[in-house]
């Protein structure tokens, strides 16, 4: 299975040819119930924390001073992993990870600061750059075989990927392939972690308890190469800090004027950021919504980063799509495809307003996939593994919102999911024609019930925010952008079925669905003489490009 999702379908075949038997034996070695078959959200969340607080970032030449750099940093530490990559600005980084992070901080003791500039303050930070070796020639040790990593963090190359969707067997194949090549890698993961550890290590020393972590699609495994970072920074008390015992209690500062305390404290974040956080710049403060950001973006990673403070749920929430998305293998490639066909046909909008956006748009996919077929469910309801919850899963976030459910899916019985084996190509199908039929007019779409609920209000689509029932997570989609939804999956539906043969052309299968719409890619449907079910010019090729109504900021801020 591991050789046919790393697109090495003919290596897996010529193993099942040539011993069957061993074949077999691998397999269930691996899946059999004796061996742990799901990880936890936690373990991995701990796993690239762990990966980032061992590692640094350096900006050298070019990839050619890797030997160098990997020699000067092995006089110090026993190295583990380095990872080469290239930001937009041609710049060259070298992520290397060592093997404890004792070993880090005696590299960390062994960097120095620019000593020239008098208007520089010291500071700690784990990204760091490589100076020449100011003449002298130190030879290093650098064992042949050690090479780094080459998987970079540039864009996907379109014009290959789409030469080899073409190429591909079956539609189901097109949707792997998809996955495959757009999914976060694992450099792009790890850098942002790196940015998270970053900001705490500066934080550090102002706030006692502090972390900042990555939620969202960075994480909740859905997210695609140069997907934004979504950053949480939590204060926590903990239950020593808060013991009745202790007679020696610190003096508390409070915080005077009439916003929020932590309006403030995210505004003197912004200023740290500016002032403190290399590579940091464009830092906006959007502090007056009921969640505050502050957005900056991030030279030596190229990120675009929303960093807010306290949104557990936000967090929990992308713990509950990891999960889902860890209980079968379709899921993920499923919901890329779906994200990638809703960004071409202008569904969604890297700008924030009145449309869907992909975390609306990924909860629809997990409730189609809960919907019980003739062969049974790919997934299982929220509330079912809110039943099965035990006091290890207890989770309470911020205003007492009770996230509460199985987070170990080994205790989840093999009933409760993978039921119905249908491939990509037929789920996709399903996906939209499920939704051609679907009610949006009277029913609301739950992940909780796995069912459609009665609408509580009139608002155009409704999607139940699986943590905070009482909410509707698209409740900033108008009727005529809810009127397009409905629109473009009977079209997609259409396009679909019409084009399942590879045989009929460039555009077949997953291809006429995420191709960017052009006129000539009108013309050519329209001539094809089913023009009845295209809903009309104006509406496929509506120009996304609207006014973004300024209240809108992002979608998450209730
Ligand atoms: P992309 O950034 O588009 O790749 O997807 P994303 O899942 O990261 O979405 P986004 O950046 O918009 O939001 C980040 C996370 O915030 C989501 O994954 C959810 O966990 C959460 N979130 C987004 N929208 C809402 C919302 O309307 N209500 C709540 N409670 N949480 C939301
Ligand atoms: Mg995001």
Redesign the pocket.
Known sequence: RSLVNKGKKHLFKKLLNSNQSTCRCVFFRKYSGSEKRFLSFDEIVAQRRGEAKRSIVVQVNSEASFKELYGYCSKYATIKDVHHYKNSNDEHFMLIEFGSEESLQDVLRSCSTHQKDVDIMALNSPFLWFRASNGRTESYATPATVLASINGIEQVDEDKLFKDLVECDTVSDQIQLLYDRTRLNDLGARLRYMVARQIECMLESLYANVAVRP???SI?G??KMG??L?LVLTNTLTDEMMKAGSRLVYQDKRTEGSRAPWARHMQCVADLLELRVAGAARVQRILNARVPIVKFAHHYTDLECDLCYNNM??VY??EL?WLFGSLDDRVRPLTFAVRRWARAVGLTNPHPGRWI???PLTLMVLFFLQQKTNDGHVLPTLKNLVRRAGKEDIRIAEENLNCTFLRDMNKLPSECYAQNKANLQTLLLQFFEFYSQFDFKEKAISINEGASIRKPNSLPLYIV?P??QALN?SRNVSFEECERLKAEVRNAAWQLEAGMDKQKGDDWGLLALVEKKTTRGLKKLLRVGNSHRLVSVKDLFNDTDDKIPEASV???I?
């Open positions: 939620f969202g699609s909740n859905f997210g997907c934004d979504d749920s936000g929430m992308s799509l956006t992909n975390f925010n943590l905070e997570v992002k979608n998450k209730e």
